[in-house]
C-alpha cells in the first residue's frame, strides 16, 4: 500500500525517496523494526556549542541562589538579541519535545 501511495505522489508532484528520514528540524529519527525512536540530543548540544555553554557544568538550581535583582545593577548589559536567541532555541527544544 506504501509503495503504491509513493507511486502516485510522484506521478502528481515532483519528488525523490531519499530513504528513511534520520534527522528533522533538530529532531533525531531512528526508525527500527521494534518502532520510531526520537531525540534531541543532538539539538541539545549544538544549543549549549552556539552559546558557549557546552563547557559548563550541569546544577540543580538554574539560578544562583540568594541573588538581589535589580535595574540599576553596575553589572555588564546582556545583549537583547543574543538573549532572544537563546530563549527562541531553548522554547523550540521544549515545544518539539
Keep these: 500500500m506504501f509503495g503504491e501511495f509513493k507511486e502516485v505522489m510522484t506521478k502528481e508532484f ?20 521494534d518502532g520510531s525512536f526520537i531525540s534531541q540530543a543532538g539539538y541539545a548540544r549544538e544549543i549549549l556549542k552556539k552559546f558557549r555553554m557546552d563547557n559548563s ?7 544562583e541562589c540568594g541573588v538581589k535583582l535589580s ?7 546582556v545583549d537583547p538579541t543574543f538573549f532572544k536567541s537563546l530563549v527562541g532555541s531553548l522554547r523550540y527544544l521544549t515545544c518539539t519535545s
Design 14 to 33: 515532483e519528488m525523490t525517496d531519499i530513504g528513511l528520514m534520520a534527522y528533522y528540524l533538530g529532531i533525531e529519527v531512528n526508525q527500527r523494526e
Design 57 to 63: 557544568k550541569s546544577i540543580n538550581t538554574p539560578a
Design 71 to 77: 535595574k540599576h545593577d553596575e553589572e555588564e548589559k
